[in-house]
């Protein structure tokens, strides 16, 4: 039975065929009690291995699933950090625009401006209207 499974493992890696011959190497199988272990070549990470309905079924080993649970928890933290970043830029954004707006006593003043000069203004060309002559009709 083991030699039917060494073989179905290895008829696998060969129908691969040249696209995947790199990918094949990387990794290296090997003959265990359970089934196979399954080595990364360049990385050094190993699965557990099991032949089921002709097929080899890998899981990662459980010393690799909780470095992979670290990282996704390290990930985690990272993200929570960035959120509370970004709410504080929010909020310091949204500080800083609602300081640069004018307050309820310099907005008053400056359209008392804006009144006056138009009030001249208004004045100065009812002033012209009156020095300039009637146009005549014909």
Not at 47 to 68: M, P, T, W, Y
Not at 70 to 97: F, M, T
Request: hydrophobic share 40%.
């Amino acid at each position: 039975m083991y030699a039917k499974s060494l073989i179905a493992a290895a008829a696998l890696v060969l129908a691969t065929g040249a696209a995947h011959a790199e990918q094949a190497e990387r990794y290296r199988l090997e003959k265990s009690a359970d089934g196979f272990v399954r080595m990364d070549t360049q990385t050094g990470a190993m699965s557990i291995c099991e032949q089921k309905d002709a097929q080899l079924v890998c899981r990662v080993a459980a010393d690799e699933r909780s470095a992979f649970q670290d990282e996704i928890e390290r990930l985690q933290g990272q993200v929570k950090a960035l959120d509370q970043r970004v709410a504080k830029l929010e909020n310091s954004l949204s500080a800083k625009l609602e300081s640069s707006l004018p307050s309820e006593e310099d907005f008053n003043r400056t359209m008392g401006y804006m009144e006056r000069f138009f009030r001249s203004f208004m004045g100065m060309v009812k002033e012209m209207q009156k020095d300039e002559p009637a146009p005549q009709k014909t």
